[in-house]
């Protein structure tokens, strides 16, 4: 396998005038960026609709993109909004953090007025578009009109004749929301016109995108919504369980997630057609998926509905090396990253082992007795060459405050390991990410954050918290010359480097 690597960087925390990351320059100037340190891979988290929290992996649609990632500079370009209006725009005081808030008034504000102007209905490639995509386009748009009508409440709560979808309030619905259903196809559109043109221009620059995905959809998303026949839901739409994890060493109540889960009976009879359509989509928007909570297909953990913790869950199984085997069968073999993380079992190591996908290894976890798996996985003279080695992920602290928060004999663990005791602690982290970079593992993925040094004021997500995640945002001064060189002669020393 070719040795190669790659920086995790979510396109919401790119440098941008307006709010947050996006698809404007500032992207393509990552990519330019990312070349020129020598890097293969550009790891992003889920593209998706975000709802109630900003989550990536809670969103309205398992095939949507976020609309906030559309560049504004491009609408002005097109003529549908003006320089100035875009200016005028208040999307948060700090460069390095993303107001959501002020994000969901203002940027809905100037893409209803970018609509307004469009004059879309006229446009042939939107024609082509709704009609290419109308599997899924049509019924996630009417769903976000409804939900705007029902004042942006959960799809369970909504009227029974459109909550059960009776065809007579489908087509009410249609007629009555036909400029709002219009509205947010367009949303939809410009997404992906500028998705796939900064895809292409990556690819280009022999960098290759590698996207996420969770396994589960949202309880209040158009896929629940539209086929609740494949998820365990009862004769009313409500669900009878739900997804998250038991409680470990991070989590003493365990995570209770809230997403409906699988009707898998069901998918095994189409012949796990939903399963195929989503990882074919995929694959049309990524070059390599990763896919969260792979355990969850061996065994996942099943909640009680309306429980408080997620202490009263047990296991089930899930449908494990079938379902794969019926993708490649109908996609042939695919670039899939498997998340392995957390508690590891002998079926699951058997599942990621049959699949042929690479899992991850994250460093962190190697000293870190709060972990349930095995530290031994993750020290990395263990990695073995099908495997992407990281220092953490956006879960995880970064590592610079990690080391500060683990226990003094962990610590001394990391110094013995690295057989380094005289590196200043400001400094570790960098002989840290040497460290997996002379592992055997054919990838690595660095967080932008610990490349950068940072401490958990630049941290991604804390699980099972609320209000303070997904808001970190790189300033544009922090992509130095005198940092891509650094990086680049890393990649380089150890056989890591993008010759492309």
Same mark, same amino acid.
């Given at each position: ?6 920086? &995790?960087?979510?396109?919401?925390? /790119? ?9 404007? %320059? ?32 809670q969103s309205f649609s ?11 500079? !491009? ?9 100035? !209006? ?9 460069a390095d953090d993303i107001? @959501?808030? %002020?994000?969901?008034? !203002?940027?809905?504000? &100037? ?44 799809? #369970?709560?909504?009227a029974e004749d459109i ?46 995108? #590698? ?7 949202? &309880? ?8 609740? %026949?494949?998820?365990? /839901? ?56 990763? #896919? ?57 190591? %058997? ?27 993750? +020290?990395?003279?263990? @990695? ?14 970064? /590592? ?27 400094? +570790?982290?960098?002989?840290? #990410?040497? /460290? ?37 945002? +790189? ?26």
């Open positions: 396998m070719q040795r190669s690597a790659g920086i &995790l960087l979510p396109v919401s925390s /790119l440098p941008s005038p307006y709010g947050i990351g996006c698809f404007s %320059q500032e992207a393509y100037d990552f990519v330019d960026w990312l070349k020129e340190a020598g890097q293969t891979y550009w790891q992003i988290l889920p593209l998706g609709v975000t709802s109630y929290g900003d989550s990536p992996y398992a095939f949507a993109g976020n609309p906030y990632f559309i560049s504004l500079d !491009e609408l002005v370009k097109e003529g549908v909004l003006t320089a100035e !209006e875009c200016k005028k725009a208040k999307f948060g005081r700090k107001d @959501y808030s %002020q994000l969901y008034k !203002e940027r809905g504000r &100037l893409l209803r007025l970018a609509y307004s102007r469009s004059d879309i209905g006229h446009n042939e490639a939107f024609a082509a578009f709704c009609e290419k995509n109308k599997w899924w386009l049509d019924d996630f748009a009417l769903f976000m009109a409804v939900k705007g009508r029902f004042e942006g409440k959960p799809w #369970i709560e909504w909550r059960l979808r009776w065809q007579n309030a489908m087509d009410y619905y249609r007629r009555e929301l036909y400029f709002e259903v219009e509205y947010y196809k367009y949303l939809q559109f410009k997404f992906d016109q500028q998705w796939r043109t900064l895809k292409a221009y990556a690819n280009e620059k022999g960098i290759r995108i #590698i996207g996420d995905i969770p396994i589960y959809v949202a &309880l209040d998303s158009a896929d629940a919504w539209a086929n609740p %026949q494949m998820f365990q /839901l009862d004769e009313d739409n409500i669900p009878t369980a739900v997804a998250g994890v038991p409680p470990d060493g991070f989590s003493p109540t365990g995570q209770l997630w809230g997403n409906p889960l699988y009707r898998w009976e069901k998918h095994r009879e189409t012949g796990y057609q939903w399963w195929i359509t989503r990882l074919w989509y995929c694959f049309e928007l990524y070059d390599v998926v990763r #896919i969260d909570h792979f355990r969850g297909f061996d065994e996942y953990f099943s909640i009680p509905y309306g429980s408080e913790t997620a202490a009263p869950g047990h296991w089930e199984k899930g449908p494990g090396i079938e379902l794969f085997r019926a993708v490649e069968q109908a996609l042939g073999k695919r670039e899939i990253i498997a998340e392995d993380l957390g508690y590891m079992s002998e079926t699951v190591r %058997q599942l990621v082992q049959d699949s042929g996908f690479p899992g991850m290894k994250v460093l962190e976890f190697a000293f870190d007795s709060r972990d349930t798996g095995s530290a031994s996985d993750y +020290l990395p003279h263990n @990695y073995p060459v099908n495997s992407v080695a990281y220092t953490g992920t956006h879960d995880n602290e970064t /590592l610079v405050s990690w080391y500060q928060t683990i226990t003094s004999a962990e610590r001394t663990l990391v110094r013995d390991y690295l057989y380094d005791y005289t590196t200043p602690e400001t400094q +570790l982290y960098k002989s840290m #990410i040497a /460290l997996i970079f002379r592992s055997a593992a054919a990838t690595c993925i660095i967080p932008m954050q610990d490349w950068l040094g940072l401490d958990n004021s630049a941290r991604i997500n804390k699980p099972s918290t609320v209000g303070e995640n997904w808001r970190w945002r +790189l300033k544009k001064s922090q992509l130095t010359p005198k940092l891509q060189k650094e990086i680049c002669n890393i990649t380089t020393r150890y056989g890591r480097m993008n010759w492309a």
